[in-house]
């Protein structure tokens, strides 16, 4: 049974640690991208590098048949999908006064309606400033985009920098956890151990889940706009499922965005009434079916919780901070209720 004193050491400890790590956190979040994009990879391939393990090979076996099999992916979309997708880019930049004049005259119908149905905003200008504000938000949104296509990682972190550092991740395996347990006292290692593959589990779950289900309303949004005939589809649907990874609000970007391309190339509300019904439809598979197929269990965290975080992983880190707010809440729960549980213990 530990003592009062070892226990109030205990405690300043953790806390002084878990300061020190936030601390070290946001003065090094410059440089947290490619780490943190590397750490997502391993995450996603350490299941299978342990499958090819369990027949007996040796983890470098593993590890580079992942490899092969990930530059092989790589290379199919440099060839295939890469082209296609900066040539939508360069489609949209050209064509930004094209759909500047066209939503010009949608917003022009639809303020006479609006004027016509509510005189008083034509003698306040109501309509006026709200078309200014559309309209300079939507244009100079669209002016940027190819700026952060191309300023969102450079070449060198997102093809050599992040799959070199998954790689010695990978590699790394079970001795990081060896390395880890080395510096701890004995009497602490069966706390710890438990505390990291609890960690594990959770993080793993989270993040393969979450890649599952990116990659499904991806693609489903691309395939349902393709047979609209929407502009930018695979823009869009690309754009949908990276949205998605962000709880709650990231569904609603994709459907606003794909709505307001499809009612700006076609002038009319009709399309929206096939579009939204679509991406619903894309909603409704994604949360009843796929979700709980690739994420199982959720991360134990209450939607005031996960908004909270997210908003001051924003703050703090900007979209990565949106992006793995939540896998880092739920770790830093995960550990406060296993250690608090170990102290009521020894109570």
Do not use: H
Request: overall charge positive.
């Amino acid at each position: 049974m530990m003592t009062e004193s070892s226990k109030n050491k205990v405690f300043i400890l953790s806390v002084l640690i878990f300061v020190a790590v936030c601390l070290f956190l946001y003065f090094a979040k410059g440089i947290l991208a490619p780490f943190l994009l590397a750490a997502f990879l391993t995450y996603l391939l350490s299941p299978l590098v342990t499958k090819i393990q369990s027949y007996g090979y040796r983890r470098w076996v593993g590890v580079a048949v992942i490899a092969a099999i990930f530059l092989a992916f790589i290379a199919a979309l440099l060839i295939i999908f890469i082209p296609i997708f900066l040539e939508e880019i360069d489609k949209l930049s050209v064509n930004i006064p094209t759909y500047y004049n066209s939503l010009n005259g949608l917003l022009v119908r639809l303020k006479e309606n609006a004027e016509s149905a509510l005189p008083m905003l034509k003698e306040y200008n109501v309509a006026d400033i709200v078309i200014d504000k559309v309209k300079n938000i939507s244009i100079g949104a669209a002016q940027r985009i190819p700026q952060y296509v191309v300023s969102m990682f450079s070449i060198f972190s997102l093809f050599v920098l992040i799959p070199l550092l998954s790689l010695f991740m990978l590699l790394g395996g079970e001795k990081t956890v060896q390395s880890i347990v080395e510096f701890v006292p004995e009497k602490f290692v069966e706390t710890i151990l438990a505390v990291i593959y609890e960690i594990d589990s959770v993080l793993g779950r989270f993040i393969r889940g979450q890649l599952i289900e990116a990659s499904f309303v991806g693609v489903m949004s691309v395939a349902a706009l393709s047979i609209f005939n929407v502009n930018f589809a695979l823009i869009i649907g690309l754009t949908a499922g990276v949205a998605n990874l962000v709880p709650y609000a990231g569904p609603t970007v994709g459907l606003l965005i794909a709505s307001a391309v499809a009612l700006i190339q076609y002038q009319s509300v009709e399309i929206l009434f096939k579009v939204i019904p679509a991406f619903l439809i894309i909603q409704f598979l994604d949360n009843n079916f796929v979700q709980p197929f690739a994420v199982g269990q959720n991360v134990n965290l209450g939607p005031v919780t996960m908004i909270f975080v997210m908003l001051a992983g924003a703050q703090i880190f900007g979209f990565l901070g949106i992006v793995f707010a939540v896998p880092v809440a739920a770790i830093i729960k995960t550990i406060f209720v296993m250690l608090f549980k170990k102290y009521k213990n020894a109570i």
